[in-house]
């Protein structure tokens, strides 16, 4: 099956700081890839969608200043949180979308494995 | 407004206890309706995805189906290893995913 990888799996940074996470699709190439942050016990709330090679677009709410998303090729996006504070801490979750169809037809999206980000 | 509702919220089987999970949905230009499995500290699993009525998928112990309003993840079977949060999504018309708040399934031995 295809394979999202995410790094780092944790980190722990001081607040003030940014950090940036990878997502990467190991075996098939991601036109479309979304960043969702997922707090305990809660379902996924997607941040932002990224589409290579263009602009993400943010959902209502989620400030892109302070969430910088780049789409830099067909198997590679990152998500860098900015000038973190406590409460930028959560469980962030990348996923890729894969055409297993023609466009407009059946598709596929595979999570990556998440990160967790602590700001001290 | 774009919805998709799962019940319920929690749900404890005994093995061998089969059993459904239900997720109700409202998404304009549905796309697929798109089941995971997490476990916790985990990024979610594909299982199926879903795209017109009376479509049906198994994996193992697991089959899904769909109508126009609803789909249901049916559960034969269970063992422990199958505890876990079940996720339901919509996938809009730009591929955005709606998610239902998950059923946490515990199956005990």
């Given at each position: 099956g295809a394979v999202v990888s995410q790094h780092p799996s944790r980190v722990i940074c001081k607040s003030g700081t940014s950090v940036k996470i990878e997502c990467r699709s190991l075996d098939f190439q991601a036109t479309t890839m979304f960043w969702y942050r997922q707090f305990p016990k809660k379902s996924l709330m997607l941040m932002a969608t990224s589409n290579e090679g263009s602009k993400a677009t943010y959902e209502q709410g989620v400030e892109k200043d302070k969430f910088l998303i780049n789409?830099?090729?067909?198997t590679l996006s990152t998500l860098t949180v900015t000038?973190?504070?406590?409460?930028?801490?959560s469980f962030y979750i990348c996923s890729a979308r894969a055409l297993t169809g023609t466009s407009g037809g059946p598709d596929e999206q595979y999570f990556g494995p998440g990160t967790r980000l602590t700001v001290t | 407004e774009d919805q998709v509702t799962q019940s319920p919220e929690a749900l404890r089987l005994q093995e061998g206890e089969s059993s459904s999970l239900n997720c109700s949905y409202t998404v304009s230009g549905l796309r697929g309706l798109f089941w995971y499995r997490q476990d916790p500290g985990k990024g979610p699993e594909f299982l199926f995805t879903l795209y017109s009525a009376g479509e049906e998928k198994e994996k193992e112990r697991l089959k899904a189906t769909l109508t126009k309003k609803e789909s249901f993840l049916h559960i034969t079977?269970?063992?422990?290893?199958?505890s876990a949060t079940y996720l339901c999504a919509g996938g809009d018309s730009s591929y955005k995913l709606i998610f239902g708040s998950g059923t946490r399934l515990l199956v005990r031995p």
């Open positions: 789409h830099a090729s067909l000038s973190a504070h406590p409460e930028d801490s | 079977a269970p063992k422990p290893e199958d």
